[in-house]
């Protein structure tokens, strides 16, 4: 009994240990958020100019930026994570705040599709890192 009692304390300290090294390695570079931000800002504020020949381009760059930058996590990390409900509903929220009135507002002032840009661009920057440490502190702890 006692050679089982040691030998599942030695699986769980294993587990444990996969669990602190999986935490360090999904650790993005420290250039992803502000990447994925500048593309997003990029792709906002090109509604300023309201031309098809800024915006498809725009279009464009934010999808092959975003798909590079998913190449780039994956093959660094080895991993590739799904938003939880729960954020996504969050983002899905702010960007909602932010767009609406841009677009209310973007035809009289064009501006204000920079302004949007700048503001998802950092929220994004920011708030991936801040996911990323949640992430973390939760692969961590086991939960």
Do not use: C, K
């Not at 650790?27 to 498809?56: K, M, Q």
């Not at 092959?64 to 994570?81: D, E, F, K």
């Not at 509903?89 to 009289?108: C, I």
């Not at 950092?122 to 086991?142: C, D, F, H, M, Y």
């Amino acid at each position: 009994m006692t050679a089982d009692r040691d030998r599942a304390a030695a699986d769980l300290a294993a587990l444990d240990a996969d669990r602190v090294a999986l935490a360090e390695r999904v650790v993005p570079p420290p250039w992803f958020g502000p990447a994925l931000g500048l593309l997003l800002f990029a792709f906002i504020s090109s509604n300023a100019l309201d031309s098809p020949w800024v915006t498809a381009p725009a279009v464009l760059l934010f999808g092959l930026g975003t798909g590079l930058l998913v190449a780039v996590y994956r093959r660094s990390t080895g991993v590739w994570v799904h938003t939880p409900p729960r954020v996504l509903a969050g983002w899905a929220v702010l960007v909602v705040a932010v767009l609406v009135p841009a677009y209310l507002l973007g035809d009289e002032r064009p501006w204000v599709f920079v302004v949007a840009g700048a503001v998802l661009g950092v929220a994004v920057a920011v708030l991936s890192a801040r996911w990323t440490r949640a992430w973390q502190r939760e692969l961590r702890e086991g939960v």
